[in-house]
């Protein structure tokens, strides 16, 4: 068996965990199938300077701004702006807003 559950001929599917190693990324950068970028984080940031108005509060926030970019037609920031929700999802799960 080598290092990565595979049997001479038979595969097996590996971890999550196994995979996250691999790649040297943290798993929950794994289940958002992107890697957060600096601008990601960096937006982000500027959206958990809000969390004192609660996490629920920040989540309805960084929604509405994707919605913005969709009608603008800001395709490519409205998809910035969605990795960032899962970003903040990722690391805030309480913060889901019914918006």
Known sequence: MNSFGERSGVN??????QCADLM????H???????P???HKSLLGSYLLNLKRGEKAVCCMIIGDF?????L???ERAADTHLV?????????AGKCAA
């Open 12 to 17: 097996v599917m590996i971890t999550m965990q």
């Open 24 to 27: 040297g990324l943290a798993p």
């Open 29 to 35: 950068e794994l289940e958002l199938c992107a890697v």
């Open 37 to 39: 970028a600096l601008r």
């Open 67 to 71: 919605w913005r970019l969709m009608e």
């Open 73 to 75: 037609g800001a395709k």
């Open 85 to 93: 929700l899962r970003l903040f999802l990722s690391e805030h799960p």
